[in-house]
C-alpha cells in the first residue's frame, strides 16, 4: 500500500471525495457501488447509514500516522486496520480518488460443482 499525500492534503479531502460523487467505486471484495453527498455526510447505494466527514478525515490521519508516526511503518494491508465504521467504502474511495495506491485482488468466486 502505498499512500500518496502529496496528491491529496486533510483540507482538501473532502473536496476531492466529493469531486467523484455518483462515479462508481469496488470495494476489495469487489462489491460495485456508488455514493452521494448531502452536508458533511457519503450515502452510498448500498446501504441505508452514512459515513461522515469527520470519519474520512480520521482515516486518513490514522493512515499518515502509521506512515510517519511513531511506531511507523505499521503495516495496513486493507480495510479492517482502519479500525472505523464503514472502513470497505473509506478505503475505496481512497483507492478510487488515487489517495491509495495498491495491487487491486478481487475475489472471485470460485466452481466448485465441476
Known amino acids: 500500500m502505498k499512500l500518496n499525500t ?3 492534503t486533510v483540507p482538501g ?4 471525495i466529493q469531486a467523484h460523487e455518483g462515479k462508481q467505486f469496488l470495494t476489495k471484495k469487489g ?10 455526510e457519503l450515502f452510498t447505494d448500498r446501504r441505508e447509514r452514512s459515513i461522515t466527514r469527520s ?11 502509521d506512515q510517519t508516526g511513531e511506531d511507523a511503518p505499521r503495516k495496513i494491508v486493507g480495510p479492517k486496520t482502519l ?9 475505496a474511495v481512497f483507492m478510487g480518488i488515487g489517495l491509495i495506491e495498491e495491487t487491486v485482488y478481487v475475489q472471485e468466486e470460485m466452481d ?3
Open 31 to 40: 462489491l460495485p457501488f456508488t455514493y452521494t453527498i448531502k452536508g458533511g
Open 6 to 8: 502529496s496528491k491529496i
Open 55 to 65: 470519519t474520512f478525515e480520521k482515516a486518513y490521519e490514522k493512515l499518515i500516522q
Open 13 to 16: 479531502l473532502w473536496d476531492a
Open 112 to 114: 466448485l460443482e465441476g
Open 83 to 91: 479500525n472505523l465504521y464503514g472502513a470497505p467504502y473509506i478505503w
